[in-house]
């Protein structure tokens, strides 16, 4: 399994809490939630189906993933 560079040691994660950004999801998570890429960092996204695309807000990165919600408007 490819070790993404973002989890090492002074390497920031390709997203931020609060950014914005158009994802495709990819596969359903343990928990059911959408799972989507950005930058190799897994996205996961409540509600969200395999094959939908969508704009997610990030609301929480952490070290290995980050959480986004659904963009509505």
Do not use: N
């Amino acid at each position: 399994m490819e070790t993404a560079v973002y989890s090492r040691p002074g390497v920031t994660s390709p997203v931020q809490q609060g950014e914005r950004y158009h994802v495709k999801i990819e596969d359903i998570g343990r928990q059911g939630d959408g799972i989507a890429r950005i930058s190799g960092l897994i996205i996961f996204v409540p509600g969200a189906k395999i094959g939908e695309e969508m704009d997610v807000s990030i609301v929480k990165v952490v070290r290995s993933a980050a959480f986004a919600e659904k963009v509505t408007e």
